[in-house]
C-alpha cells in the first residue's frame, strides 16, 4: 500500500471517529433530557394522586363553632391554608369568671357534612394559669390533607378546672412605642410586676388580629428575665417581619402570662 493510500485511510478512520463520538454524546444528551422529563411527569402525577380533590377544597366554606363553657369564652376564630397548604385553626380563649382557670385543654372536632367526626385534636394551653380577664391565643394545623375534602366544619371546646386560690403578683404589659424600620415592625414596650408578690416562668404572647378581629397569627416576645420582683420593670422588643407569607394585620395586642407565690385565703 503506498503512502498516500495510506494517508487516506487514517483520515477516513479519524472521521469514523469524530461521528462516532458525536453521536454519542447527542444520544446521552437526548436520554438525559429525556429521564428529568420523566421525572418530572413522575412527580406531578405522584402529588396528584397524593392529593385527589384538594384543587376542590375551598377552606373559606368551612364554618367554626364554638362549644360554651360556664366561665370561659373561645372568640375571634380564623381558619385558612398557610404557604404550604396546611390548614391553620386560631383563636382566643378568655376568662370571663371571676376564678383563675387551671389545667386548660383546647377541643377540636372536625366534621363533615353529616356531623361525623373525621379527626380530633387535644391542644395543651402553654400556660398554667389563666387569670380573670386574660385571653390565651391558640393555633393549630390541621395537617391531614387527604381529609380536606372531607371538611365541613370546625368545633371547638375548652376543658379545665377551677383554681379557687388568689394571685398576689400581678405583671402588666405596656406598649411604649412602634414604628417602621425598612422592612420590619418594631414594637418596644415594658412590663412591670404591679403585684404584691414574685413571679416566675414569664411568657408574653403578642396577638395580631385582622379588619375583622379575628386572630391572624401569633408571636411570643423574648424578654430577658422570666423572674421578677414586685415593682420591678424590664423592656421588651418584639421585631416582625413584613415579608409576603405575613398574613395582613390591623391591630395587635400583648398578654403576660406568669406563675405566682400564690397565697391561701384562710
Known amino acids: 500500500m503506498s503512502k498516500k493510500m ?10 469514523i471517529s469524530v461521528l462516532a463520538v458525536l453521536a454519542i454524546l447527542v444520544f446521552s444528551v437526548f436520554a438525559s433530557c429525556r429521564q ?56 382566643e380563649l378568655e376568662n370571663i369568671s371571676g376564678n383563675i382557670k387551671t389545667d386548660l385543654e383546647i377541643t377540636m372536632d372536625f366534621l363533615n357534612a353529616g356531623s361525623g367526626i373525621i379527626s380530633s385534636a387535644f391542644i395543651p394551653v402553654k400556660t398554667d394559669y389563666l387569670r380573670k380577664g386574660a385571653k390565651y391565643p391558640f393555633s393549630y394545623y390541621f395537617t391531614e390533607k387527604e381529609k380536606y375534602i372531607e371538611l365541613s366544619s370546625v368545633k371547638i371546646g375548652v376543658n379545665y378546672r377551677d383554681h379557687n386560690d388568689n394571685f398576689e403578683g400581678n405583671p402588666i404589659a405596656r406598649i411604649e412605642d412602634y ?31 385582622d379588619s375583622r ?19 420591678e420593670i424590664q ?32
Not at 495510506?6 to 472521521?15: F, H, T, Y
Not at 421588651?236 to 413584613?242: A, D, G, Q, R, S
Open 6 to 15: 495510506m494517508n487516506a485511510r487514517l483520515q477516513d478512520i479519524k472521521k
Open 36 to 91: 428529568a422529563f420523566t421525572e418530572e411527569e413522575t412527580a406531578v402525577a405522584v402529588a396528584e394522586n397524593e392529593s385527589p380533590g384538594l384543587y376542590l377544597f375551598d377552606y373559606e366554606n368551612i364554618t367554626v363553632n364554638t362549644t360554651s363553657s360556664i366561665g370561659t369564652l373561645v372568640k375571634n376564630c380564623n381558619i385558612y391554608l398557610d404557604m404550604y397548604g396546611d390548614l391553620i385553626i386560631l383563636g
Open 179 to 209: 414604628y417602621y424600620e425598612g422592612d420590619y415592625l418594631k414594637i418596644k414596650g415594658r412590663i412591670i410586676n404591679i403585684g404584691e408578690e414574685k413571679i416566675r416562668d414569664l411568657v408574653l404572647l403578642c396577638t395580631f388580629y
Open 213 to 231: 378581629d379575628r386572630v391572624a397569627f401569633i408571636k411570643e416576645c423574648y424578654i430577658p428575665r422570666e423572674r421578677m420582683m414586685p415593682e
Open 235 to 266: 423592656d421588651f422588643t418584639l421585631e416582625i417581619l413584613l415579608d409576603d407569607y405575613l398574613k395582613d394585620f390591623s391591630s395587635f395586642h400583648f398578654e403576660v402570662f406568669f406563675k405566682d407565690e400564690i397565697r391561701v385565703n384562710v
